[in-house]
C-alpha cells in the first residue's frame, strides 16, 4: 500500500527503528498512531502457545488506532521486521477531526476498527489452538 500524500502534512515525527525493535508492547498504554513510511513491522499477539506473529505489514499501514479510538492498553506489539522508518502522526489534530465528524460516521469508523480488533483476537486463538 502506499502512502498518501496527503498524510505528510500530519506527521509530526519521523522515527528509524532497527531491526527486531520493538515500536510498542501488547498490553501498555499508549495513544499514539504511526504510519509505516519505508521497511515492514511485524505484529505479534501472545496466545496460550506463546507469541505469534499475526501479521507484517509495510508501506502505509496505521498503527495504533485501536487505542487512539478507545483510550484502552495496545491490543498487540509492533517489531521492526529490518529497518522501518515510522512517521509519528499528530494526535491533537487527528482527535480535532475525529470529533468534527458527524456521529454516524464516527461509529462506522469505531465499528469497523473493533471488527478487526475481534477479527484479529479470533484468528489469533484459532492459530494457537
Not at 107 to 124: G, M, N
Amino acid at each position: 500500500m502506499a502512502l498518501e500524500s496527503f498524510i505528510y502534512g500530519y506527521i509530526v515525527r519521523e522515527e528509524v527503528f532497527p531491526d527486531q525493535d520493538t515500536i510498542f508492547e501488547e498490553g501498555k498504554y499508549g495513544d499514539w498512531i504511526y504510519i509505516v513510511m519505508e521497511g515492514k513491522v511485524k505484529i505479534t499477539k501472545r496466545t496460550s502457545k506463546g507469541v505469534l506473529t499475526i501479521n507484517t505489514l509495510g508501506e502505509g499501514s496505521v498503527l495504533g488506532e485501536l487505542p487512539f479510538l478507545r483510550r484502552t492498553r495496545r491490543t498487540a506489539s509492533v517489531i521492526a521486521d529490518g529497518q522501518a522508518k515510522l512517521g509519528l502522526l499528530d494526535k491533537d489534530r487527528l482527535e480535532k477531526e475525529y470529533e468534527a465528524l458527524p456521529p454516524q460516521l464516527k461509529s462506522l469508523v469505531t465499528t469497523t476498527v473493533l471488527r478487526l480488533e475481534e477479527a484479529t483476537t479470533k484468528v489469533s486463538e484459532l492459530a494457537a489452538s
